[in-house]
């Protein structure tokens, strides 16, 4: 994991957020914030139902190879000792790819539209543009999800593939997938 000390934001509402690195300690409360956020998440691909599936013993898998990873990253967001917010980054194992990370995000439906997203996603770029050997940052988001994608694209993200009608929510619809890339070798330190 890139070392990162952890850092405190005030949201738009005024609220101090704490963002840092997640503790093994914490695998059942950030399990138990991953299940409060699903239910108002329908962007994220895991369903409720799959991530009921989830254990306190693989969330501490989940963490301990997060900082374990030389070029990975888990950092929560907290407010009054609450997990409000999650987004990670792992890159590739592989030598022809090792040189890009995938990334995840997710925000608490009560602190939406407060900045807590950007700043999860400034701090988690910060942290990957630390890492030696880190090229890119990459995410799918879906087309429906035009919060998300502004906020992408006025981080710097650009979008570098479409893939029409790649999911189908629970209602039926289908939602068109959108690839975007971040080369960090672009981006000022």
Do not use: C
């Amino acid at each position: 994991m890139a070392l990162h000390e952890a850092r405190t934001i005030q949201l738009k509402s005024g609220d101090s957020i704490i963002m840092r690195p997640a503790l093994v300690s914490e695998a059942e409360a950030l399990l138990n914030a991953f299940l409060e956020i699903l239910p108002t998440s329908p962007y994220i691909l895991t369903t409720p139902e799959s991530a009921a599936k989830k254990t306190v013993e693989t969330q501490t898998k989940w963490i301990t190879d997060a900082n374990e990873d030389p070029k990975g990253a888990l950092i929560i967001a907290e407010h009054q000792g609450r997990i409000i917010g999650i987004t990670n980054m792992v890159a590739f194992k592989d030598s022809k790819r090792g040189h890009r990370a995938g990334l995840g995000m997710s925000v608490h439906h009560d602190y939406r539209g407060q900045g807590l997203g950007e700043a999860l996603l400034r701090r988690l770029i910060e942290v990957a543009q630390s890492i030696e050997g880190l090229s890119f940052l990459e995410l799918n988001v879906m087309s429906a999800n035009q919060p998300a994608f502004k906020l992408y694209k006025k981080l710097g993200f650009q979008q570098v593939g479409y893939l029409r009608e790649a999911y189908r929510q629970p209602d039926g619809i289908f939602t068109d997938d959108i690839s975007m890339s971040l080369d960090l070798r672009a981006r000022p330190s």
